[in-house]
T-cell receptor, first 114, second 113 residues
Framework: DGGITQSPKYLFRKEGQNVTLSCEQN?????MYWYRQDPGQGLRLIYY???????QKGDIAEGYSVSREKKESFPLTVTSAQKNPTAFYLC?????????????FGPGTRLTVL | GENVEQHPSTLSVQEGDSAVIKCTYS??????FPWYKQELGKRPQLIID?????GEKKDQRIAVTLNKTAKHFSLHITETQPEDSAVYFC????????????FGAGTRLAVHP
């Protein structure tokens, strides 16, 4: 899992601002994911991408956007439309295919709305 | 819809005791069941996983059992140590042709010396 990096570690946003969270991997994985984690809850899927230039909405995509222009990178933008964005955001990657590939997580970004 | 229920939400044991965490899933097509350990403020890390063609898997002090008929699987930690204290998440693979995981809400395990 050391091959997945996220930045920044902490991020503060004012209401009405868009912010972008970075996720990079050097594991040569095809699939990448974004999860949101709230206190006392499990991980909820925001977006996922199985291949470059393709991505799909997860369970809680409203107020978020992504891009996948490079295999190594899968940035997440939290838009002003996301009404309650304060959370811990985790990026993950896997080899992809078959539904049984292990997902490896990055260290996370903690976003706080001021 | 797809759902994974995890129990208990908190678990407190004495060092050296065993700990058991149970999960139930709803999608009968699920065929991959990983367990992750997350220490405070850190990333989840895979500790063990099991696939549907196996009923039990062990790795030193950790074991996972799977009952596909009943759609539940369990994590067993023996000889617990203080460093086992963390939040543990179970997950089950979802349907739809991609590598989606449905996570349980987590169990906070505290091991007291």
């Amino acid at each position: 899992d050391g091959g997945i990096t996220q930045s920044p570690k902490y991020l503060f946003r004012k209401e009405g601002q868009n912010v972008t969270l970075s996720c990079e991997q050097n594991l040569n994985h095809d699939a990448m994911y974004w999860y949101r984690q709230d206190p006392g809850q499990g991980l909820r899927l925001i977006y996922y991408s199985q291949i470059v230039n393709d991505f799909q909405k997860g369970d809680i995509a409203e107020g978020y956007s992504v891009s996948r222009e490079k295999k190594e990178s899968f940035p997440l933008t939290v838009t002003s439309a996301q009404k309650n964005p304060t959370a811990f955001y985790l990026c993950a990657s896997s080899k992809a295919g078959g539904g049984t590939d292990t997902q490896y997580f990055g260290p996370g970004t903690r976003l706080t709305v001021l | 819809g797809e759902n994974v229920e995890q129990h208990p939400s908190t678990l407190s044991v004495q060092e050296g005791d065993s700990a058991v965490i149970k999960c139930t899933y709803s999608d009968s097509a699920s065929n991959y069941f990983p367990w992750y350990k997350q220490e405070l403020g850190k990333r989840p890390q895979l500790i063990i996983d099991i696939r549907s063609n196996v009923g039990e898997k062990k790795d030193q002090r950790i074991a996972v059992t799977l009952n596909k008929t009943a759609k539940h699987f369990s994590l067993h930690i023996t000889e617990t140590q203080p460093e086992d204290s963390a939040v543990y998440f179970c997950a089950a693979s979802g349907s739809g042709g991609y590598n989606k995981l449905i996570f349980g809400a987590g169990t906070r395990l505290a091991v007291h010396p």
